[in-house]
């Protein structure tokens, strides 16, 4: 019976939305972390009857039969989540629809909204890198701080300077790379906080242009933007359409077994 198979269909996509909802839920504390929801679409009809309206005769609609409901995406939503202040002057925020640009052990490209950065120290002096050791970049590079540094301070559009011990003046070190794409929702997620560039979101825009609105807050981590309320409706409604779905095999369970149970 079609009754089973399109209710199967149901019971397993449903299973990728709970699993979906509970990775939002789990990530509820992660720094920058961004929400997905699942859409799906309907899958194929079987046509059992032509719509005819030739002369003014015949029938209006046809009739047609899915077979069930399947995943079309699973879409991040990038709106900013609650600028939380710590009042550590490595903590950046980006209040906008910019992204962080780091470059990661194996050299790559990539970007995240997670501003909770460290200052380590290397052959070059103390630079900016995240949680993971990746070097965070600046418009000409690596965010090299240099040595014997006591202060750090960063603008609303990036621009970083430091003051060194014993010194009066902040000396300039160069402005952090923002970047902004036409379609985010596109990027690809890796772990550790991280997205990198796909064809579907489009190659990145560097730096702000005029009319952008974007700010860095030192001091402030972005919150994830995870609505637990809405997660748990969510999951409860998903649970129930689990279930009913369930009932529906169990119901064409009982009518094959009817079927199959006449007797003359």
């Not at 974007?214 to 998903?238: H, K, P, R, Y």
């Amino acid at each position: 019976m079609k009754a089973m198979w399109s209710a199967a269909s149901g019971m397993k996509n449903l299973q990728l939305k709970i699993d979906t909802i509970s990775n939002n839920l789990a990530n509820v504390n992660t720094i920058g972390f961004k929400n997905q929801r699942v859409e799906f679409k309907d899958i194929m009809y079987e046509r059992l009857s032509e719509s005819d309206r030739l002369q003014e005769e015949g029938k209006p609609v046809p009739i047609e039969i899915g077979h069930g409901v399947m995943v079309s995406a699973t879409l991040r939503n990038f709106t900013t989540g609650n600028l939380q202040q710590t009042e550590n002057p490595t903590d950046l925020a980006i209040n906008g629809a910019h992204f962080f640009k780091v470059i990661d052990n194996n050299g790559n490209t990539r970007y995240t909204k997670d501003g909770s950065f460290k200052i380590a120290s290397t052959e070059e002096g103390a630079v900016l890198v995240t949680s993971d050791g990746y070097y965070v970049q600046a418009e000409d590079g690596n965010v090299v701080l240099g040595e014997n540094v006591s202060e750090f301070n960063v603008d609303a559009e990036g621009f970083v300077q430091v003051k060194r011990n014993g010194e009066e003046a902040y000396e300039e070190i160069g402005t952090l790379s923002l970047s902004k794409f036409v379609n985010p929702a596109g990027l690809e997620a890796v772990g550790k906080n991280l997205y990198k560039e796909t064809a579907a979101s489009g190659l990145a825009f560097e730096g702000l242009e005029e009319g952008d609105t974007t700010e860095i807050w030192q001091g402030f981590v972005e919150a994830s933007n995870v609505q637990i309320v809405d997660e748990m409706i969510n999951l409860i409604t998903a649970e129930r359409a689990y279930e009913i779905n369930s009932k529906s095999i169990q119901t064409a369970d009982r009518m094959l077994e009817i079927a199959n149970n006449l007797k003359r």
